[in-house]
């Protein structure tokens, strides 16, 4: 369908086919705008071959729901929410294309970027691979730089602490059901309200922090 084609932007660590591949996607709801400034930002810092992306094959996904940032809204064109439909059998064009790409690729983790405009502050899910937990919490101190951490022990109607949520909501954007080992899974998100700019810098710092992270963790992981 016209206006649904979703852009890739692929960075290569400088062994191919020997890095850490992780994929990172913006835009699911239409409104968010946010997420996908933050990974446009990131896009260009990784041309640049920066020495700390040298074992990372980056993948980029700025725009997940085209025709819902066309219309400025959260849900698509046909009237969805596509960050509810991901591994339920749906036909939307969007899905199809995010779930072929996220079986064949089998991403070791997935950052997904969103903006929440009932929060006041960052905050984050967790899931899959037990480091998530271990790699939002810096990231939510290298945004803190930029914007308060979200406190509140109720987040989004789930339990939360310090800002980091352990449940949440079905038919996410996520690596398929079936995918061993599983994917460390991570869901930022920035205050929607706050200034876009703050949002934006807040993002791209979260995001820095991770990739400087889970090398480190992965490291350690090897040694043990």
């Known amino acids: 369908m016209p206006g649904t084609h979703i852009a890739k932007i692929t960075h290569k660590p400088l062994k191919p086919g020997h890095g850490i591949k992780l994929g990172i996607f913006a835009g699911i709801h239409g409104d968010e705008e946010a997420g996908t400034l933050a990974t446009q930002e990131l896009i260009r810092w990784a041309a640049g071959k920066p020495e700390e992306l040298h074992d990372y094959e980056l993948h980029f996904y700025p725009v997940c729901n085209p025709t819902g940032l066309a219309l400025g809204t959260r849900h698509s064109h046909s009237g969805l929410d596509l960050n509810r439909e991901f591994?339920?059998?749906?036909?939307?064009p969007e899905i199809v294309f995010?779930?072929?790409?996220?079986?064949?690729?089998?991403?070791?983790?997935?950052?997904?970027?969103?903006?929440?405009?009932?929060?006041?502050?960052?905050?984050?899910?967790?899931?899959?691979?037990?480091?998530?937990?271990?790699?939002?919490?810096?990231a939510l101190q290298a945004a803190a730089t930029f914007l308060p951490?979200?406190?509140?022990?109720?987040?989004?109607?789930?339990?939360?602490?310090?800002?980091?949520?352990?449940?949440?909501?079905?038919?996410?954007?996520?690596?398929?059901?079936?995918?061993?080992?599983?994917?460390?899974?991570?869901?930022?998100?920035?205050?929607?309200?706050?200034?876009?700019?703050?949002?934006?810098?807040?993002?791209?710092?979260?995001?820095?922090?991770?990739?400087?992270?889970?090398?480190?963790?992965?490291?350690?992981?090897?040694?043990?």
Request: with cysteine; glycine share 8%; charged share 25%.
């Open 87 to 92: 591994w339920k059998g749906s036909t939307e």
């Open 149 to 224: 951490r979200n406190e509140a022990l109720i987040i989004d109607g789930f339990k939360a602490r310090h800002g980091i949520i352990k449940e949440g909501y079905l038919g996410i954007l996520s690596a398929p059901p079936e995918q061993r080992p599983h994917a460390l899974e991570i869901v930022f998100e920035t205050p929607a309200l706050a200034p876009m700019d703050a949002q934006v810098k807040a993002t791209v710092a979260a995001v820095k922090r991770i990739l400087v992270e889970y090398r480190e963790l992965q490291a350690y992981a090897a040694n043990l």
């Open 98 to 138: 995010l779930e072929a790409e996220l079986r064949r690729e089998k991403y070791d983790g997935i950052i997904s970027l969103h903006s929440d405009d009932t929060s006041d502050g960052c905050y984050g899910f967790v899931s899959g691979d037990l480091l998530s937990e271990h790699l939002l919490e810096p």
